[in-house]
């Protein structure tokens, strides 16, 4: 009898975990979460740019295209509105806040690719104006970013 008990506690629970694994699985596979994970990417290279003067004398010419290729991705996530739908009932997470933080975070990596394209770029504004990129990008994470409980 308890044999029974056991196998039945186990069903219910590889039941439980498989729709939490397919509704995760659904979120991986959204335009928005595709688009996310090539900003991280472009991110990383701007982040390992600026990083030191000397990263940056090195990978000046990366920073900039990453940093284009930022403001493009910003403007192709800009019409995608899956964040808004997904954080009913957090305060801020309007259409209309969704499209200024995407705005605001366009025009810092065109600012970003911009101060980095000048022939006499400074490793200093450089990462001034990186730092406004990641700037727009946190405040964007705190209104519609909201991790479900249990899930990181």
Known sequence: MKGKWIVLAGTMLAGVALTAGLSVAADDES????????VNAKNVVVTKGV???VN????QKDVVKA????????KDAKPIKDAVKKSKGVKDATDAKWDALMDDFIKSSEELAKVAGKSDATFDK????HS???K???????IF???EEGFK
Not at 31 to 38: I, N, S, T, V
Not at 56 to 59: P, Q, R, T, V
């Open 56 to 59: 940056f004398k090195k990978a």
């Open 132 to 134: 406004a990129v990641k």
């Open 145 to 147: 970013r909201v991790e």
């Open 51 to 53: 990083r030191t003067a």
């Open 136 to 142: 727009s990008c946190s405040e964007c994470h705190m």
């Open 31 to 38: 335009p928005l979460h595709k688009l996310m994970e090539q």
């Open 67 to 74: 940093a284009e290729e930022l403001a493009k991705l910003g």
């Open 126 to 129: 450089a990462k001034t104006a």
